[in-house]
């Protein structure tokens, strides 16, 4: 059996460096349109950040490009798309404290409207990081028992349940009990290209 690939994360900030060259985009301009700053640009570029999926999304709309671009995912353009189990590229946060993965699951569809990924958090994760980005996002559990902030709001999702969020809001979910929580993801975003 063909064993999984790997994202190599210092790829990641070296793709997103050479397409922002090649946009002549400055650091500058890139922390203007997307709220970061320059000094964590930097560090993602330079690969001392690793990106969560969100931040990813915020850079590639920012760059015109898709998430999966800036993961090294080119092909050409098709109607239809199977990645097989075991070609989903994963990526793994080992670079922070947060320890979560995710794998790509439709990386050879051209400009898609939406990014797809099977994301896997910790069984106590030694840090909790807030997302916000701009859209609309679902998480299906797959498995394990998620508590899920939103907001204001905490909530406990199961496997078979779903969880659909307007992402502009604070969020971030965590492991609960000994079980690593898996769900499939989607993203979207409320910005159009």
Do not use: W
């Not at 002549?24 to 560090?43: C, H, I, M, N, P």
């Not at 030694?126 to 998620?146: C, D, P």
Request: glycine share 8%; proline share 5%.
């Amino acid at each position: 059996m063909k064993e999984q690939p790997f994202i190599n994360e210092a790829d990641i900030g070296k793709r997103i460096k050479s397409l922002r060259n090649t946009k002549r985009v400055t650091l500058e301009d890139l922390a203007q349109q997307t709220g970061f700053t320059k000094g964590y640009l930097s560090k993602v570029e330079k690969s001392e950040k690793s990106p969560p999926v969100s931040t990813l999304g915020i850079l590639a709309r920012a760059l015109d490009v898709s998430i999966s671009n800036l993961l090294g995912e080119d092909s050409p353009a098709t109607s239809i798309c199977l990645v097989k189990k075991n070609e989903r590229p994963k990526m793994m946060r080992t670079g922070t404290s947060v320890g979560y993965s995710y794998e790509a699951v439709a990386q050879n569809f051209k400009n898609k409207m939406m990014d797809p990924f099977i994301l896997t958090l910790p069984v106590h994760a030694k840090k909790q990081i807030r997302y916000q980005h701009a859209g609309q996002e679902i998480l299906f559990v797959l498995e394990g028992t998620m508590k899920f902030h939103h907001g204001t709001e905490t909530i406990i999702a199961e496997e078979g349940d779903c969880v659909y969020i307007d992402s502009g809001i604070p969020h971030f979910g965590e492991s609960m009990g000994n079980k690593p929580v898996k769900c499939f993801t989607v993203i979207v975003s409320s910005e159009t290209k």
